[in-house]
């Protein structure tokens, strides 16, 4: 998505979901500030916001669960397309 990532991860239970998250953020903003250093200056070495969004699957299954986030970019456009 042009101003946010849905992911589908699994982490075991031994990881609290904090802790990979702050992970997750951490190595992905060093990676990306490493291959595009122009970005180190707009972003000011802050690449992601504070927050996140976690739910779990119980009523759903995986398989569900990922064709929706697929599916997200496609609606996304969708709905782009008609607000100009």
Do not use: N
């Not at 998505?1 to 031994?14: C, E, G, L, N």
């Not at 927050?51 to 569900?64: H, L, N, Q, R, W």
């Amino acid at each position: 998505m042009p101003d946010h990532i849905h992911m589908v991860v699994a982490i075991p239970p031994k990881l609290s979901v904090s802790d990979f998250v702050g992970y997750l953020k951490g190595k992905s903003a060093l990676q990306i500030f490493d291959k595009h250093p122009e970005l180190t200056t707009r972003y000011d070495r802050t690449m992601w916001a504070r927050g996140y969004f976690v739910s779990t699957i119980a009523d759903v299954d995986e398989k569900t669960i990922i064709k929706y986030v697929e599916e997200q970019y496609e609606e996304s456009k969708k709905e782009d397309s008609g607000k100009k």
